[in-house]
């Protein structure tokens, strides 16, 4: 009996035990495809691979591609249409090197070297600058001029009458402003027409964007 007992026991055994691998492979080979499918170098390379896909320049670049339709005023037909003078050139230059490219306000850039002033406006975080064609200069008598461009105190409170502090939206234009010269100019209008300073200058060209400021083109210079 107890033979029968022992051979019975053993042959259980010898049932269970394939039954109990079996189901362990199963739970095995269950898990495994899932853990597979997203491999450790995959994840990890994904983010670094689709940040690196948009650079900071290439944000930059689309950006300054929309300048031209910022602006307003009948004056802007001038501005050229491409190159570093045109309003998506300048949009990526700092103001006075954005002005330099621009055949309009040559007279301007020429009066702001003069003036040693192209250092500190293009380091300016942020101004709205009132600039002045060649046009505007050419109505002071050419004997006023070189006397004022041999004049660097008197140029300098000239062009810094010019800026004020802050990148003024046309929404923001009219009003009172400060200047770096220390001046005040009050600024008249709304929409996409407005006159600056006593001289009721016009502005010809209006919100055009540089690196570091607006510049509103206007057809007169602001005598302090």
Known sequence: MKSMKTRTGLAALAIALPLSLAACGSNSDAASPAASSTPAGTMASTPSDTMSSTPSDTMSSSASMDAASAVFGEGCAAVPKDGKGSFNGMATDPVATAASNNPLLSTLVTAVKQAGLVDTLNSAPEITVFAPTNDAFAKIPSADLKKVLADKPTLTK???????????????????????????????????????????????????????????????????
Do not use: E, R, W
Request: positive net charge; glycine residues 10%.
């Open 158 to 224: 000239i062009l810094t009458n010019h800026v004020v502090s802050g990148k003024l939206s046309p929404d923001q234009l009219a009003g009172d402003h400060k200047t770096l010269a220390g001046t005040t100019i009050t600024v008249k209008g709304s929409g996409k027409d407005f006159t600056v300073g006593k001289m009721n200058a016009k502005v010809i060209c209006g919100n055009v964007p540089t690196a570091n400021a607006t510049v509103y083109i206007i057809d007169s210079v602001l005598m302090p």
